[in-house]
């Protein structure tokens, strides 16, 4: 359900439609793709551009249950996926991960383009299929680069107002809708420095000199001794899905610790 495979079935139908005397445009249905999976924001950085695009996520019917109004089956709607399109990068050198983890990147029929999807936990409604999972975001991306061991730049994406608030009433027309997707995009939060592997029992003392993982990284937000680390050359690959070759699933590697 990622919009690159999704406009690229709907070019092999358009083609065929031209070739059996039906006229058909392609660029006609670039407003249908940009309504159902709009951009989320792109990043730029070294001569390689970073596109984060909306993908369809199917919701999961849940079993019955009762409710004070009767029998009621509800949705899992806290899923949610995206696509990552990444142009113009060398893959021998450059990794893109997400949270800490690399994306399977895949190439395409362009050449220099690679995509993947995301699929990640945004909500924790009390009806889901995994409840002891919590939420992965905000999604923190970041670009590796595996010859000096660390980050050149990334981006953030949060699936609610970043600052935690509310919205109050929906949008007004299509130009606020547009405001608040925009700004649910950062061009930083990436991880700054190299990137460390932290210790397997987190609930030790702290050591007198200490330093905060940075978001984005394995073990974010806490606390780690300086002797308890190691570098790492690349970061975590995620575990591979034959289903879902070119997706990574956060939910598959929610515990999963940087290794060598």
Not at 95 to 115: D, F, S
Not at 209 to 232: I, M, V
Request: charged letters at 20%; proline letters at 9%; aromatic letters at 10%.
């Amino acid at each position: 359900m990622l919009p690159h495979f999704m406009w690229n079935d709907l070019a092999d139908v358009i083609g065929f439609f031209n070739r059996n005397g039906y006229p058909f445009k392609l660029e006609w249905f670039n407003a249908f793709l940009e309504f159902r999976c709009p951009r989320i924001g792109t990043m730029i950085l070294e001569g390689m551009t970073v596109d984060l695009h909306h993908a369809l996520e199917p919701w999961h019917v849940l079993g019955e249950e009762a409710t004070a109004q009767g029998t009621a089956r509800y949705v899992d709607s806290s899923l949610e996926r995206l696509q990552v399109t990444i142009r113009n990068t060398a893959p021998e050198r450059y990794v893109l991960t997400c949270n800490g983890i690399a994306v399977p990147l895949i190439n395409t029929r362009e050449t220099g383009v690679y995509v993947a999807g995301v699929r990640y936990k945004a909500w924790a409604p009390p009806s889901a299929l995994h409840p002891t999972i919590g939420v992965h975001t905000p999604l923190v991306f970041d670009l590796f680069d595996t010859w000096n061991k660390r980050s050149i730049g990334g981006c953030t994406y949060h699936v609610m107002h970043p600052g935690g608030r509310g919205y109050e009433h929906f949008p007004v027309n299509a130009l606020e809708a547009e405001a608040r997707r925009i700004s649910r995009f950062e061009n930083l939060g990436h991880h700054h420095g190299e990137w460390l592997i932290p210790p397997v029992n987190t609930e030790e003392p702290l050591a007198p000199d200490h330093r905060l993982l940075q978001s984005g990284s394995p073990g974010r937000g806490r606390f780690f001794p300086h002797a308890a680390k190691e570098s790492f050359d690349r970061p975590v690959a995620a575990k591979p899905n034959p289903r879902y070759p070119c997706t990574l699933d956060l939910r598959h590697n929610n515990h999963h610790e940087p290794t060598h």
